[in-house]
């Protein structure tokens, strides 16, 4: 069965510094999506992703934040300048249009990144 | 009103019972609902689609009251393998998805 897969597994960054999370989405889906997690709480939403841009995206995804999808097969969120409070674990997920572009098909999720800032 | 609320639990239940987790939504123009299911550290995987008429896939049961913006899962003859948390997810607008808490189940042998 097709996966979503992302990487590095487990991330430790000093604060301050940029990262770049990588996710590479099952391949004829369309529509991607990060989100994060921190220890013990709910999984929020931070951004989806169509067609090269941005669709809808968070209150938590502020100008810190960015996602492109360079390659076509890669897609990436980049922290700019790291924050203790960004660390959780984050979760890249994707889905396919569904009949007629239908947005109701259900994500598929990776097994994510544990982002850990020091 | 927080955009998806559900049960706090945990709910510690034997092997063989039934167990009814309820899920509720603030935004009434919510479009697709689903429910996962998670595994301490690892991430959301589908458990089943919710459908407006309800619908069943083996010993588990959705419902779906777009009225009273409700939805529950049934798990009949709980395996010790559904011991996990069960996460109601709602789709709020055209692609922004909002996961509730989730409902922690153990169930013991």
């Known amino acids: 069965e097709p996966e979503v897969t992302q990487t590095p597994s487990h991330q430790v960054t000093q604060m301050g510094q940029e990262v770049i999370l990588r996710c590479v989405p099952i391949?004829?889906?369309?529509?991607f999506y990060w989100y994060r997690q921190i220890l013990g709480q709910k999984v929020e939403f931070l951004v989806s992703f169509y067609n090269n841009e941005i669709s809808e995206k968070s209150e938590i995804f502020d100008d810190q934040f960015s996602v492109e999808r360079p390659d076509g097969s890669n897609f990436t969120l980049k922290i700019r300048s790291t924050k203790l409070e960004d660390s959780a674990m984050y979760f890249c997920?994707?889905?396919?249009?569904?009949?007629?572009?239908?947005?109701?098909?259900?994500?598929?999720f990776g097994d994510g990144t544990r982002l850990s800032i020091l | 009103r927080k955009e998806v609320e559900q049960d706090p639990g945990p709910f510690n239940v034997p092997e063989g019972a039934t167990v009814a987790f309820n899920c509720t939504y603030s935004?009434?123009?919510?479009?697709?609902f689903f429910w996962y299911r998670q595994d301490c550290r690892k991430e959301p995987k589908l458990l089943m689609s919710v459908y407006s008429s309800g619908n069943e896939d083996g010993r588990f049961t959705a419902q779906l009251n777009r009225a009273s913006q409700y939805i529950s899962l049934l798990i009949r003859d709980s395996k010790l393998s559904d011991s996990a948390t069960y996460l109601c997810v709602v789709k709020t607008s055209y692609d922004k998805v909002i996961f509730g808490p989730g409902t922690s189940l153990s169930v013991i042998p």
């Open positions: 391949s004829n889906h369309l529509y």
């Open positions: 935004n009434s123009a919510s479009q697709s």
């Open positions: 997920a994707s889905r396919d249009g569904g009949e007629n572009g239908v947005p109701n098909q259900p994500q598929h």
